[in-house]
């Protein structure tokens, strides 16, 4: 991370945003995967405090979606959008109060459509992770999402997935599915 940032932070901001991490992300439930966790999460955060501050140009727009634990429905909004916009658009996800895994039943429906969520975890709401975005969409989190002037934000009112039956999640997916597909045509109009 230090020579990917090299010229745009310190080695001690890059060792900060690290050891934040490993703080924010010790009760996740797949310990082996702490590590690539620990550098993912805090590539995201160092390239989003990037984007913000102008350091790296955004090509793409930026989506951030939101919700309580960051394991349903954000997730599944989150892999959608990333699916269909076909990098086209750059997307994040996060949660005000993230849980220890993704819920089963939501990679279960997610995979039925060939789109795999082994490689996500549930990550934690950060302000670079606001602030680099240009559309924020907010399911179930209340007002725990920070506001910054130049964003547009949205509240999705979905049911949660959490203890629902696979044909439940499988409703809320196909729901997030029509509004991700919609939010991409307004972003990325067709033809662009």
């Known amino acids: 991370l230090a020579q990917e940032f090299r010229g745009i932070y310190s080695l001690e901001t890059v060792e900060r945003y ?3 991490a490993i703080d924010r992300l010790a009760g996740a439930r797949v310990v082996d995967f702490i590590p690539l966790f620990v550098h993912r999460f805090s590539r995201e955060q160092l390239r989003a405090l990037a984007q913000a501050e102008g350091a790296i140009i955004k090509e793409v727009p930026e989506v951030l979606f939101v919700c309580v634990h960051n394991a349903g429905r954000s997730q599944m909004a989150a892999a959608l959008l990333d699916h269909h ?12 109060t993230p849980a220890d895994q993704i819920n089963p039943a939501v990679a279960a429906v997610m995979d039925e459509w060939g789109i795999d969520l082994s490689w996500e975890f549930p990550k934690p709401l950060t302000d670079e992770f606001v602030k680099a975005a240009d559309a924020v969409i907010t399911m179930g989190c209340g007002d725990a999402c920070p506001i910054y002037p130049g ?4 509240d999705w009112e979905l049911d949660d997935p959490a203890g629902q039956p696979v044909e439940v999640v ?11 597909q919609q939010l991409l ?3 990325v109009p067709a033809g662009a």
């Not at 916009?85 to 005000?96: E, P």
């Not at 964003?151 to 949205?154: A, K, L, S």
Request: charged share 45%.
């Open 18 to 20: 690290v050891n934040e």
């Open 85 to 96: 916009a076909k990098g086209k658009v750059h997307v994040r996800s996060a949660g005000s």
């Open 185 to 187: 045509a307004e972003l």
């Open 170 to 180: 499988r409703r809320i997916r196909d729901e997030i599915d029509l509004r991700v």
């Open 151 to 154: 964003r547009r934000y949205e």
